[in-house]
């Protein structure tokens, strides 16, 4: 991104699954669904604040769910 270019606006559309997931410690990259622990997307964008570097990342909640119970019906 050049310097004085506007930053582009990115939706971060919070659906649960794997994303989601939160491990034991930061290091936890095997068994993190196992702690049970999940985040939204607001809470994944303040984890990250890199991100603010190079995009307007926009969190929107939408359901809390496991990927293999998101369909056709959600997408749309």
């Known amino acids: 991104m050049s310097p004085g270019q506007p930053k582009r606006r990115v939706a971060l559309i919070g659906t649960g699954g794997t994303i ?3 491990g034991r410690d930061s ?3 095997w068994e993190y669904m196992d702690a049970g622990k999940k985040i939204g997307p607001d809470d994944l964008v303040a984890r ?3 991100t603010a570097q190079v ?3 926009v969190p ?3 359901s809390s ?3 293999s ?3 056709p019906a959600d997408w749309l």
Do not use: K, T
């Open 27 to 29: 290091l936890d990259v």
């Open 55 to 57: 995009a307007e990342i």
């Open 60 to 62: 929107v909640p939408f």
């Open 65 to 67: 769910v496991g990927s």
């Open 48 to 50: 990250y604040p890199e």
């Open 69 to 71: 119970f998101i369909g």
């Open 20 to 22: 989601s997931s939160i």
